[in-house]
């Protein structure tokens, strides 16, 4: 698939690693549909793109069922139809399953939360699951082969303190397998992204400690940047044989 001139949603777009992959699609003549919840962010960053005028932004919560519907209905009037989607959105909470004292190694002092397990789950997973239906929907609605790239993670294999995080990321690697065999006869094509250490405002939010300790497993030796994972994106849109599988772009990372 072409990359000008395709509709493509980008979900967590206001910032970080979705503004990175809208704005590298938008120079490559994408029409971008922004999808974030913080509607003064997310306005600025539409205004930011190449060509501002002929791409779109849209208040919502990924996490949100009838948000969602309203966002993508919302953006296929105002298109004409969807050609791709990333589902980029998420959230950190991170914290250990249980937590001990280092005086009192039998004495529990903190647990996760079901507040942060279910933020991240609800974030996480069930706006890709969400996001990816009603795209998938807009598409077959309309006969519109399209391609539906989900954000997963190296952290889907299991990382220390990220229970939630994890668990999330590795549901939409399956989601990603599960989908590509399902679309295949609409012509939509579904592919996963799991980066890295990549350089981004949630990577900020990061403890020291935990950062410091992944980049001791990173062969290249760096955090990634965004713009490489912009490029595997407009890579997964353009080459059609690319489908049901995780793209590993990690630096070498192995947890």
Request: with cysteine; charged share 20%.
């Amino acid at each position: 698939m072409d990359v000008k001139n395709s509709i493509v949603v980008v979900t967590g777009g206001a910032r970080g690693l979705g503004l990175a992959i809208a704005s590298s699609l938008a120079e490559q003549g994408a029409v971008l549909a922004l999808i974030d919840i913080d509607e003064a962010t997310l306005r600025k960053a539409c205004e930011s793109l190449p060509n501002p005028t002929q791409h779109s932004w849209h208040t919502a919560n990924v996490a949100d069922e009838a948000s969602i519907v309203e966002a993508f209905s919302t953006i296929a009037t105002r298109h004409g139809r969807i050609h791709v989607v990333v589902n980029n959105a998420g959230i950190l909470r991170d914290a250990m399953l249980v937590k001990t004292d280092r005086d009192k190694p039998n004495r529990v002092s903190q647990k996760l939360t079901l507040q942060q397990w279910q933020a991240v789950i609800d974030v996480n997973l069930t706006g890709v699951f969400l996001c990816g239906r009603e795209a998938a929907s807009q598409m077959i609605k309309t006969a519109t082969p399209g391609v539906v790239i989900n954000v997963s993670s190296v952290s889907r294999a299991g990382n220390v303190g990220q229970s939630n995080y994890a668990a999330a990321k590795a549901g939409v690697a399956a989601l990603t397998v599960t989908w590509a065999k399902e679309l295949a006869r609409h012509g939509i094509r579904v592919a996963a992204i799991a980066p890295g250490v990549i350089g981004t405002d949630m990577l900020a939010s990061m403890k020291p400690e935990a950062l410091k300790r992944m980049l001791e497993f990173v062969p290249i030796g760096r955090v990634g940047e965004a713009a490489e994972i912009a490029h595997t994106v407009q890579y997964l849109i353009e080459n059609d044989f690319f489908t049901g599988r995780v793209l590993e772009i990690d630096g070498g990372l192995r947890l």
